[in-house]
Every structure is written in structure tokens, then in C-alpha cells.
């Protein structure tokens, strides 16, 4: 009888987005507060691919997800007109809360932005952390 073989991890969550002038400075670089915005949209998109609708998931239970936590270290720039890849992976789910790894690369695969991110599972009448619906994300 041959042994279960582990299973691999999964592949990271993968977002493409484009640098336009609306996310740059003056010179043509990204402005250090769009990086935030790429990654939050792409935890986003993530929760999309899983099947979770935010509006809905806050319409039936007063739940949000809320950023506990950042930090990011900045290592290259990105510039007008870049194709960015930007990764979502989970380091670790908590009862309410998930911190998430990503990073932001350019498509020769330089590693411009690497970042991890805590967000909070949130009641939003009481604003106070709240748990993760049970089957939510796994």
C-alpha cells in the first residue's frame, strides 16, 4: 500500500493591474498609497474567486473585514504604465481575523512591494471583532 502523498500548497492568488497617472506622482512613480490600494483590491478579487460576496456577506450577518494591521516593505518602484502582478496568499486564520502575505512584482518578476496583512472579522453595529462565519474561508 503506498502512502497518502501531502498535498501541495496552493498556488498564490494572482490580481493583474496596470499603473496608470491617477496612481502616480509628478515623476511617473506609483505614489506609496497606491500600493495599499492594489493590495486591498486584490484581497478583493481573491475573496471573489472563493465565492464571497461582500455586500451580501454584510447585508445577512452586520460582518466586514477590516485592516488590523499592515506592513510593507517598499523595494522597488513601480512606474507609469507597468503591468504589475500582485499575490494573495493566507499565513494564518485566527477565530476572527487572517493575515495574508502578498506581494506586488512587475512582469520580469522583480519583487517590488512585499507586504503582510491582518484584517479583522468585524461586527459592524457594535464595531468590536466579531468571529469568521464557519465554512466562510477555509
Not at 48 to 73: E, H, K, N, P, Y
Not at 79 to 94: A, G, I, Y
Request: proline content about 6%; charged content about 25%.
Amino acid at each position: 500500500m503506498s502512502e497518502p502523498s501531502a498535498s501541495a500548497p496552493a498556488p498564490p492568488f494572482r490580481w493583474a493591474v496596470r499603473v496608470y497617472w491617477e496612481d502616480t506622482d509628478a515623476g511617473g512613480v506609483v505614489y506609496h498609497a497606491g500600493y495599499v490600494r492594489f493590495l486591498e483590491r486584490a484581497r478583493t478579487e481573491w475573496m471573489r474567486a472563493l465565492g464571497i460576496d461582500q455586500s451580501a456577506l454584510r447585508q445577512s450577518t452586520g460582518l466586514a473585514f477590516m485592516v488590523r494591521d499592515m506592513q510593507i516593505d517598499f523595494l522597488k518602484p513601480a512606474l507609469l504604465d507597468d503591468e504589475l502582478s500582485v499575490t494573495v496568499e493566507v499565513k494564518e486564520r485566527r477565530a476572527a481575523s487572517i493575515l495574508f502575505t502578498q506581494t506586488i512584482t512587475n512582469l520580469d518578476g522583480s519583487c517590488l512591494i512585499r507586504a503582510q496583512v491582518r484584517v479583522a472579522c468585524v461586527d459592524l453595529e457594535r464595531m468590536r471583532p466579531a468571529p469568521i462565519p464557519a465554512g466562510l474561508i477555509t
